[in-house]
């Protein structure tokens, strides 16, 4: 299984918790139903990606693990 890429409008910091923004919960509770442990990416527009584990999961709020920041390369070779 493919793991999700969700958009945050936020700096984001390497080893943090942090909350999803509201659109990003409504996506991965009701439309991806991720459970507590998924894995996903994050990115903020910077061209980082992090890695990240979902780690409680409430009505409104989704918190997150944020794990190691990964470079990326969307140039073609």
Known sequence: MRV???YQDVLLTANTVMCLDARAVQHVVR????RVGAALIL???????FTATLSSIHK???????????NIST???
Request: zero cysteines.
């Open 4 to 6: 999700p890429r969700i």
């Open 31 to 34: 439309v991806l139903r991720l």
């Open 43 to 49: 990115f903020d527009g910077s061209g980082r990606e």
């Open 60 to 70: 409104h709020e989704v918190q997150v693990a944020v794990g190691e920041m990964q």
């Open 75 to 77: 140039e073609s070779p």
